[in-house]
């Protein structure tokens, strides 16, 4: 990326065969003006794209997202992105594994191989630019010295923009098996879980703690995107921010055992969610990280205040069948 502190080179692992990035997730929703003011007032830039809007953070021409109108909120797909010489040996993969290949939707690039996995979610895999971190990214913190004042005034603090988004969670009917296809077929490795009920997978490239993961209920569906800031006020300012723009639903500041990011997720207009997200552990190109199955006591937080009711709920899934991890 040549974006952020000077230029860092993509790393990858010699050898082996795995997805470098999650390129962009593909979201429906029912009013595309609203969804407009939601992710324009958490800090990323807009761009219409024919009848989509382009998310994008700060002045990096990379689309981390592409918002599109219909009935209801749906994940579209997802797309995942690839160095150039592994292309062919991921088409290989997916003949091997007998994973039909499908049509691009009508519309989008045809340059990429696109599938489903066990749960019906549309994948792509593509060749791109890698976008996940080739190091840790800075966190800000210092103390200010004795005899001057840490805080300014509100009004002298600038928008929140996040850096660049760092994964996404969706909801899938069966969590071992979703760890599974996207191990055996995407080349993401666990680096934790909580039983059947979470499962967070990173890249072998050089990649955060998860760049997807998964919570179990009784349908697919998009629970939450979430977007690097450089520090523990962001993600507070990040929340006063969208609570200014009526978005003060939510749940944080708090901070996660499983990837041991401090968080705010904002709720949008339809259930799922935006999260202001620092600190979270990064597992470098090559390093074999160890995955522990951890108690459900510690599979959502380790402090903060007391998590929503409804926070895991697929509010996606048909009204019949909303479904719910607890
Ligand atoms: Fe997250």
Redesign the pocket.
């Known amino acids: 990326m040549t974006w952020m502190n000077g230029y860092v080179p993509p790393s990858r692992r010699p050898g082996e065969l795995g997805v470098h990035s999650l390129d962009h997730f593909s979201l429906m929703v029912p009013d595309l003006a609203v969804a407009e003011k939601f992710y324009g007032s958490f800090g990323l830039d807009l761009e219409e794209q024919g009848a989509s809007i382009a998310l994008r953070t700060g002045a990096q021409p990379h689309r981390w997202g592409l918002i599109s109108e219909g009935p209801r909120k749906s994940l579209q797909y997802l797309s995942f992105s690839v160095f150039e010489e592994d292309f062919q040996p991921f088409a290989d993969r997916l003949q091997r594994f007998q994973i039909k290949r499908l049509d691009a939707p009508a519309g989008l690039d045809r340059g990429g191989i696109w599938f489903r996995d066990p749960d019906g979610i549309l994948l792509e895999v593509r060749v791109c630019e890698k976008v996940s971190p080739n190091e840790k990214l800075v966190f800000n913190y210092s103390s200010t010295p004795a005899g001057q004042r840490g805080a300014l005034d509100r009004s002298n603090y600038a928008t929140v923009r996040p850096r660049r988004m760092?994964?996404?969670?969706i909801f899938t009917t069966d969590v071992s098996r979703a760890i599974g296809f996207y191990h055996d077929v995407l080349g993401l490795r666990l680096s934790d879980r909580s039983g059947e009920f979470v499962a967070f997978m990173h890249g072998i490239h050089g990649s955060d703690h998860?760049m997807l993961?998964f919570g179990k209920a009784d349908a697919p569906g998009f629970h939450?995107?979430?977007w690097n800031v450089d520090s523990l006020d962001q993600v507070g300012l990040g929340a006063m921010q969208m609570a200014d723009k009526g978005f003060s639903a939510g749940w944080g500041t708090g901070r996660?055992v499983l990837?041991s990011?401090y968080?705010f997720?904002v709720r949008d207009p339809w259930g799922s969610?935006s999260?202001y997200?620092c600190d979270?552990d990064y597992i470098a190109a090559g390093q074999d990280w160890e995955a522990l199955d951890h108690k459900p006591e510690d599979a959502v937080y380790l402090w903060g205040p007391a998590l929503p009711e409804d926070f895991i709920v697929n509010y996606e899934a048909p009204v019949a069948q909303a479904s719910s991890t607890s």
């Open positions: 760092s994964h996404v969670l998860h993961a939450h995107c979430s996660h990837g990011n968080f997720y969610y999260e997200a979270i």
